[in-house]
């Protein structure tokens, strides 16, 4: 008996024949945008820039990533709508730094529904 759903099938039939090197010229230089971005903007805190500026962060890569390539980005990430210049956030989000570079953030559901997965 398979026990595994619509959603487990299709990450054990995922192929990725092409890698995207994040070497590119193009997304080191939106990349250093993001962070750029990050720093002057007064809704953030210097803890934000540190954060996100860190080797092993993959969220200001997605979003060059994305926005060079014109990709969608999905997440389970919620979009902050608080933020606000008197109390600066430490913690940037996907969808609100993706939203600044013109980049499309859509949650799991989303993918799933145009994939037409099925939870069972």
């Known amino acids: 008996m398979d026990e595994k759903d619509d959603l487990a099938h299709w990450f054990d039939n995922l192929n990725i024949g092409n890698y995207i ?8 230089s939106k990349y250093s945008e993001i962070l750029q971005s990050i720093q002057s903007n007064p809704c953030y805190t210097e803890k934000a820039l540190t954060a996100w500026a860190q080797e092993k962060v993959a969220d200001p890569w997605l979003i060059a990533t994305a926005s060079v390539h014109g990709f969608t980005l999905i997440t389970i990430e ?3 709508n608080e933020l606000n210049q008197n109390y600066p956030s430490g913690k940037p989000k996907i969808p609100n730094v993706a939203s600044d570079f013109n980049v499309l ?3 799991l559901f989303y993918m799933m ?5 099925k939870l069972t």
């Open 105 to 107: 953030v859509e949650d």
């Open 113 to 117: 529904r145009k994939l037409q997965i």
């Open 21 to 28: 090197d994040h070497r590119q010229p193009e997304i080191i």
């Open 78 to 80: 919620k979009r902050a």
